[in-house]
């Protein structure tokens, strides 16, 4: 094959299958490249958590319905602290703060990646792996591979790398980029019929240092992650069974494995760095993952991965389809990346040092741990549709303040049965 299109995007799954749609609906010709073969693939190394801040990406590309058909699980948490469970739905009720969804990877990348196949102006093309970038006066314009044998070149205005944590575009294109520690490991497994005493609320542990999750997902399946610190790395390592049970166990309203059949195996990663690369250069874009990877911790990769794909789409249709500087339009992309992530991905960075919380964190979780209204700012913040200088806004310190200082005054020996005594001496 050697074909022209307005984009080629490198990698079929979230942010890939994001980006084509998107790109197409806007008028451009897209081909869409990956390289496995089977269109129902998944990826395996994820927990399946959907921010709220993927729901709008999600409404666009006109996925909710067949995902609530598919019985994905609206997504809402309570946190457990030293201070106690944060519980946001205690404000607002059940249903009613923002969500996306809890949906197993098995349902939701088949299900992006047929959306893909069936958009007019999407060529998908399955079994096509990319290992050589074509460039003209240091500019790339497009992308060259094997598929079942044979050479293959496609050309297109711009070129998407939309190809995970090892961007196969990034590493050609030698693309400047910054790697951050990863001081905790992960360890998940999925069970089926786990009790719900909460119903369909997941469940987050801020242990400090380690971390877990319980999240209830489609199919009755509920996924359990673990995310303890390195220092813990050996004891994985000796007896991965049974030290991924008695951490479950251990956990504050532990949930009943013992009740639930486990579906497959334990899995996870021990060395998963953070790497942000620069998001755009001559020719070409990087999407999701490809451009920033951050810790699986925070569950953002997913709705991060379709935000991106379509502030790219946003930003670059026009100028792909020959109106406006291609330079200009990526460079726009770019500026709302960082305007809309680089602050928390630099938050959780620092969070994944596994150092001790400090000030900010033990001020604002435990009034978020004290009060509702806090409980839900919290939330909302942690679903990432809060900017990091509106969590920490003056409302909000004088809000922690009054909860924080009303639950010390609490705390001290109260002088209520003083006057008594004394005035009983007296005789009164
Ligand atoms: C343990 C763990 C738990 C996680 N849990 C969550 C969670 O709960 N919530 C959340 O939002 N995120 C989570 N993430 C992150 C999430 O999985 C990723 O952020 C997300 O999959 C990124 O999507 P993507 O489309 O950018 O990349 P990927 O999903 O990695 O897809 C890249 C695609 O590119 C293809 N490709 C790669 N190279 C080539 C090539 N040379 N040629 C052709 N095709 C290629 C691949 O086959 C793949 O289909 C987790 C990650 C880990 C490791």
């Known amino acids: 094959m050697n074909d022209t299109y307005d984009v080629v995007i490198n990698g079929a799954s979230v942010a890939g299958c994001t980006a084509a749609v ?22 395996v190394l994820c927990t399946h958590y959907i921010q709220p801040a993927g729901h709008p990406v999600l409404a666009e590309l006109g996925l909710v319905a067949e995902l609530e058909a598919v019985g994905a699980v609206r997504n809402s948490a309570k946190y457990w602290t030293r201070w106690g469970w944060i519980k946001p739905e205690d404000r607002v009720g059940p249903d009613v703060l923002p969500h996306g969804y809890n949906v197993r990877r098995e349902t939701l990348d088949p299900m992006l990646r047929r959306l893909a196949a069936e958009t007019k102006g999407v060529d998908l093309l399955l079994g096509h792996t990319v290992n050589e970038l074509i460039t003209d006066d240091g500019r790339v314009v497009g992308v060259a591979g094997s598929a079942g044998g044979e050479r293959f070149e496609v050309r297109a205005k711009l070129v ?11 590493k050609l294109a030698d693309t400047p980029s910054e790697t951050t520690p ?6 998940f497994a999925h069970f089926r ?8 609320i997941a469940k987050a542990y801020y242990l400090e240092p380690d971390n877990a999750y319980v999240m209830p997902n489609d199919d009755d399946v ?6 303890p610190s390195m220092e813990r790395l050996g004891e994985f390592k000796a007896d991965l069974e049974g030290a991924y049970r008695r951490f479950v166990k251990a956990l504050p309203e532990a949930p009943d494995i013992d009740n639930a059949e486990r579906v497959g195996k334990i899995v996870g990663t021990i060395n998963y760095p ?41 930003s670059a249709s026009s100028a792909v389809l020959g109106y406006g500087d291609l330079g200009t339009a990526l460079g726009a992309y770019r500026k709302k990346r960082a305007e809309k992530l680089k602050a928390h991905a630099h938050l959780i960075a620092d969070y994944a040092t ?8 033990r001020f604002t979780f435990s009034a978020a741990a004290r009060d509702a209204r806090m409980a839900e700012h919290f939330h909302v913040f942690g679903s990432r549709l809060m900017s990091v200088p509106d969590f920490l806004s003056p409302w909000a310190v004088a809000r922690c303040s009054m909860v924080n200082g009303k639950a010390l005054f609490r705390s001290q020996p109260q002088p209520s049965a003083a006057p008594e005594r004394v005035l009983a001496g007296r005789g009164a």
């Open 274 to 314: 953070l790497i942000t690369r620069q998001s755009t250069g001559p020719g070409y874009a990087l999407v999701g993952d490809a451009a920033l990877t951050s810790d699986p911790l925070a569950a953002v990769g997913c709705a991060w991965a379709m935000q991106s794909a379509h502030w790219l789409a946003e």
């Open 354 to 361: 596994a150092r001790p919380f400090n000030r900010i964190e």
């Open 182 to 187: 990863n001081n905790r490991f992960s360890y």
């Open 222 to 227: 509920t996924i359990i992650s673990v995310l």
């Open 22 to 43: 998107l790109f197409a609906r806007r008028g451009a010709k897209v081909a869409l490249l990956e390289r496995r073969s089977d269109v129902n693939a998944y990826k």
């Open 160 to 170: 998407v790398g939309a190809d995970g944590k090892d961007s196969t575009i990034a």
């Open 193 to 200: 019929g786990l009790p719900r005493p909460d119903g369909h």
